[in-house]
């Protein structure tokens, strides 16, 4: 594939994938409206179902950008950059996306990757395991949009660009620390 080619899909891939951030972003929002971060045992048992929906849409949100970041944006970022990646672990790609300078920290990402594929696993027997796993992604959800945001910073190099105009929660996401 020719790197006009490679840079095209990379933009495709970043695009679609601000849109995912953007709903996450939302959803941060949401849930910090509704009170439901940090979740307790005892707010768990009283959750209407709306605001089920909302936990339930952040984490869906949370697992969707990082497979969008881990599956889609780092092996074409590795396509544009010639690097083999097509044969790489994840562990591999996100190494390799530090030392090009995408992600300030692969063990960041890792370990935000590693929480999404045990959410995705836990059993209900485990439940303030996964209660923790929940509260651990409503705080680190943040930050998880700044890696995106970092990224699509990185491709600016390739000429790529996000548009805010239609992402209308990605510029208003402000850390947790500075919600009311």
Do not use: W
Request: glycine share 2%.
């Amino acid at each position: 594939m020719d790197q006009s080619s490679s840079i095209a899909i990379l933009k495709s891939k970043i695009e679609v994938t601000a849109y995912v951030a953007d709903r996450l972003a939302y959803s941060i929002t949401k849930a910090r409206r509704l009170d439901l971060d940090p979740l307790s045992m005892n707010k768990l048992a009283v959750l209407s179902d709306d605001e089920m929906e909302v936990i339930d849409a952040y984490l869906f949100r949370y697992g969707s950008l990082v497979c969008n970041i881990q599956d889609a944006i780092f092996k074409s970022i590795g396509e544009v950059e010639q690097e083999h990646v097509s044969t790489m672990s994840n562990r591999d790609k996100t190494n390799l996306m530090e030392r090009l300078g995408a992600l300030p920290s692969a063990e960041e990402f890792s370990s935000l990757a590693v929480l999404r594929n045990r959410l995705m696993h836990d059993y209900p027997e485990e439940m303030q395991k996964h209660l923790d796993r929940i509260n651990f992604i409503t705080s680190e959800s943040p930050r998880l949009v700044e890696i995106f945001l970092g990224i699509a910073k990185y491709a600016e190099k390739f000429n790529i660009y996000i548009l805010m105009e239609g992402l209308t929660h990605l510029p208003k996401l402000k850390p947790h620390s500075q919600t009311p």
